[in-house]
C-alpha cells in the first residue's frame, strides 16, 4: 500500500486496509478514547474539590519517587557500601523514612477515599488497584528489611520464615537467602509495585475524581452547569470529561 | 440501599457535570515532590537509620559458649528447631496445617537440611590434621542409633549445668557422653575461630548468597532471641511491628501482629498458617470492598463525607438546591 | 558512623495498655496518622469555589 508524502494510506479519513483498521490503529484509537491528553494531564479540576485530603494521592505517588531514586543509588553502589560510609548511611537513611512516608500518606489516602466511597459510578476498578497496591507494597518492604544485611535482616528473616514456611510459599520465596531477596527488592517487586500503580493513576485519570454523595433525591448538577467559576470562551475542552 | 437507589447513585455518581476551576497538575506533583523529599531530608538529618551489626556463629560462640554447644548437640540428635522442623528443610515433621491442608507438606523439602550433617558432622570432617577429633567422629559414627541418643541426651542434660572455662571451652561434670566432648570442644574452637561461620556458607560452592544455614544455626539457639528481646522484638511485644533501638517500625503490620497475641492463634501450633489464611481473607476483603454489603455501607452511615464536602454542600444549598 | 541529631539507638521505650504494647515511636506515628487525617479533613481549604492553589 502507497502513500503520499509520507500520510498513511487513506480516502476521506477512512483506513484503506482491505481488513479494516490495524492492531496498531485499533490499539491507538483505543488509548485516545479512553485517555485523551485533556483527560491525561487536565488542567481543571472538580469544583467540589476543596479539601487537604486530597493531596494525600500525590504525597503517596512522590514519597515512591523518592523511595525508588534513593534505592537507585543504594543499588549503584551494591548492598555492602551504606554500612561503611557517612553518605550511603544518609542514602540509606532517606530510602528507610520515605518508605515511612510512602506508607504514611498512602494509609491517610485510602482512609479519605474509604470514607468518600470513591469506588462509585464505576470506579471499583481505581479501588481495587489501590488496595492491591498496599497488599504488594508490603512485601515490597519485607524484602527490603531481609536485604539489609545487618541484625535486623537476620531476626526478620529467620522469623517470617516461619509464618511463609507454615504457607507454603517458603519452598520457593526463602526470606533467609539474601541472593534471591535482594533480586525480588530491588528489580520484581518494585516493578510489580510501579506496574500496579501506573494502571491505579489511568485509572483515575480516566474515570476522573469520584463526585461527592447526594445528599437529597433531587439530582445535584446533571444538566448544564450555568454558573461556571471559569470565563464562558475558556472552557476546557477535555476537563468535562473527566 | 436497595439496588435501584444503589444503581442511580452509581449512575449520577459516573460523570461530574458540574462547575470545573483552573488546576495545575504537574505543578502540584511538583510541588509535592519537594515537600517529600524535604521531610525525608529533615528526617534523616533528624534521626539517621538504625544499622545494628549482626550476629556471627563467630561472636555467639564466644559470647555464649554453652548455648552454642547446646544448640549443636541438639542440631546432632535432630531435636533442634530445624532438626525437627518439617518442610521445606527436612522430613521431621509435617508442617503446619489447616484441617486438611498441609500446605507446607504438599509444596515439599525445598531446601534440604541434616541438621546433624550440615552443622555439625560435615564442618567436623573437614577440619584435617586432628587424629584424636577424627577417631571422635569414626566413633560416633560407627556407633549404634540408641548409643548416641544416649550419649546426646545425656550431654544435654549435663550442658544444663555447665561452665565456661576462661579459655572459652565448656565444662561439664563427668558422665557417659562418649566421644560427644572431643566432638564439641572442637566444633566451639572452629566456630570461635570464625571457620565455621564461612564453612556453613561455602559448603555447596565458592559464591554463595544463600545465608539459610548459618542463620537456621544461629536461630535454634539463643543468641538472635535475646538480642531481639532487648530490642523489643519478640513476638510476645509485638515485635513484627517494631524496629531496632527507639525507631518507628512497620505499623502497618499492626492487624498482622495481633492475631498472634490472642488465643486461639497464641497457643496454637498452627499459629502461623492460621494467622496468613486469616490475613488472606481480609486481605483480600480489603481489595473488594466496593462489593460486600455493610463495608460499603459504612461511609454512607457514618458521614465523614459531610467534612470532606463541606464546601460543596454549602454551595450547593446557598444555590437552592437542597430542599 | 551516625551522625544525628537525635540518638534513637537506645532500646525503645514501651507503652502497655491491657495487651497491647507498642513502642513510643509507633505510638506517635499512629496518633500523627490519626491526627493529620483529622486536620486534612477539617481544616478550610484556601479559594473554595474560586482560584486554583
Known amino acids: 500500500m502507497s502513500s503520499v508524502n509520507g500520510e498513511p494510506p487513506s480516502v476521506n479519513g477512512e483506513p484503506t486496509s482491505v481488513n479494516g483498521k490495524s492492531w496498531t490503529e485499533k490499539a491507538r484509537d483505543r488509548a485516545v478514547g479512553a485517555l485523551p491528553p485533556e483527560k491525561l494531564l487536565p488542567d481543571s479540576q472538580p469544583s467540589y474539590m476543596s479539601s487537604w485530603i486530597y493531596v494525600f494521592g500525590v ?41 515511612e512516608l510512602f506508607f504514611f500518606f498512602m494509609v491517610i489516602h485510602l482512609w479519605g477515599k474509604y470514607w468518600m466511597a470513591a469506588w462509585r459510578g464505576g470506579r471499583a476498578r481505581v479501588w481495587m488497584t489501590g488496595a492491591v497496591a498496599f497488599v504488594v507494597a508490603v512485601p515490597c518492604a519485607l524484602t527490603g528489611y531481609v536485604s539489609q544485611q545487618n541484625f535486623d535482616a537476620q531476626w526478620i528473616s529467620t522469623q ?60 445535584q448538577p446533571t444538566a448544564r452547569e450555568p454558573e461556571s467559576v471559569r470565563e464562558p470562551d475558556s472552557v476546557p475542552a477535555g476537563g468535562r470529561a473527566s | 440501599m436497595s439496588r435501584e437507589s444503589r444503581r442511580r447513585e452509581d449512575e449520577a455518581a459516573r460523570e461530574w457535570k458540574g462547575a470545573y476551576r483552573p488546576y495545575d497538575i504537574l505543578k502540584e506533583a511538583s510541588i509535592a515532590l519537594g515537600v517529600v523529599l524535604a521531610l525525608a531530608v529533615v528526617l534523616t538529618l533528624l534521626f539517621s537509620s538504625p544499622d545494628l551489626k549482626p550476629s556471627t556463629v563467630q561472636s555467639w560462640s564466644r559470647g555464649d559458649p554453652v548455648d552454642f ?25 509435617d508442617g503446619q496445617h489447616i484441617a486438611f491442608i498441609y500446605l507446607a507438606k ?21 577440619i584435617s590434621g586432628q587424629p584424636a577429633l577424627a577417631s571422635a ?11 548416641q541418643t544416649t ?40 566456630a570461635q575461630s570464625g571457620g565455621l561461620d564461612g564453612a556453613l556458607l561455602t559448603s555447596k560452592q565458592f559464591y554463595q548468597t544463600d545465608y539459610t544455614k548459618p542463620l537456621l544455626f544461629m536461630a535454634d539457639g539463643g543468641v538472635l532471641a535475646t538480642r531481639a528481646q532487648q530490642q523489643h522484638l519478640l513476638g510476645t511485644q509485638w515485635g513484627m511491628m517494631n524496629e531496632t533501638g527507639s525507631y518507628p517500625g512497620q505499623v502497618w503490620l499492626w ?18 498458617i492460621l ?17 460486600i454489603p455493610g463495608a460499603r455501607d459504612l461511609p454512607r452511615r457514618i458521614p465523614i463525607y459531610k467534612l470532606i464536602w463541606r464546601d460543596h454542600y454549602r454551595t450547593q444549598q446557598s444555590r437552592g438546591r437542597l430542599a | 558512623m551516625i551522625a544525628s541529631i537525635v540518638n534513637l539507638n537506645h532500646p525503645a521505650n514501651t507503652v502497655h495498655w491491657h495487651f497491647f504494647s507498642m513502642s513510643v515511636a509507633n505510638v506517635v506515628v499512629i496518633v500523627l496518622l490519626l491526627v493529620v487525617f483529622a486536620v486534612a479533613i477539617l481544616a478550610p481549604f484556601p479559594g473554595h469555589g474560586g482560584t486554583a492553589r
Do not use: C
Open chain 1, 59 to 99: 504525597l503517596t505517588l512522590t514519597s515512591l519517587i523518592v523511595i525508588i531514586a534513593s534505592g537507585s543509588i543504594l543499588a549503584l553502589k551494591g548492598p555492602g557500601w551504606w554500612h561503611f560510609t557517612g553518605i550511603g548511611h544518609f542514602f540509606n537513611s532517606i530510602h528507610l523514612w520515605s518508605v
Open chain 2, 275 to 291: 494467622v496468613m489464611a486469616v490475613m488472606g481473607v481480609l486481605s483480600l476483603a480489603f481489595i473488594l470492598i466496593p462489593f
Open chain 2, 151 to 190: 550419649w546426646t541426651s545425656a550431654y544435654e542434660k549435663a550442658l544444663g549445668n555447665a561452665t565456661t572455662n576462661p579459655n572459652g571451652s565448656v565444662k561439664v561434670k563427668p558422665g557417659n557422653y562418649g566421644p560427644l566432648p572431643a566432638m564439641m570442644g572442637s566444633l566451639l574452637t572452629f
Open chain 2, 69 to 93: 554447644v547446646t544448640t549443636a548437640t541438639t542440631e546432632l540428635d535432630g531435636s533442634s528447631g530445624t532438626g525437627s522442623y518439617g518442610p521445606p528443610y527436612n522430613h521431621a515433621s
Open chain 1, 160 to 219: 517470617a520464615k516461619d509464618g511463609l514456611n507454615a504457607a507454603g510459599v517458603g519452598s520457593f520465596f526463602n526470606v533467609t537467602n539474601f541472593g534471591q531477596m535482594y533480586s525480588y527488592h530491588v528489580y520484581l517487586l518494585p516493578l510489580a509495585v510501579v506496574a500496579i500503580v501506573i494502571a491505579h493513576v489511568l485509572l483515575v485519570r480516566r474515570h476522573g475524581i469520584v463526585p461527592p454523595f447526594q445528599l437529597s433525591d433531587r439530582a
Open chain 2, 255 to 272: 492487624l498482622y501482629t495481633f492475631w498472634y497475641q490472642i488465643k486461639p492463634f497464641s497457643t496454637s501450633a498452627n499459629a502461623d
Open chain 2, 106 to 126: 504438599w509444596l515439599g523439602v525445598s531446601h534440604p537440611i541434616n541438621s546433624a550433617q550440615d552443622f555439625v558432622l560435615a564442618p567436623l570432617r573437614s
Open chain 2, 137 to 147: 567422629l569414626s566413633a560416633y559414627q560407627a556407633a549404634p542409633a540408641n548409643t
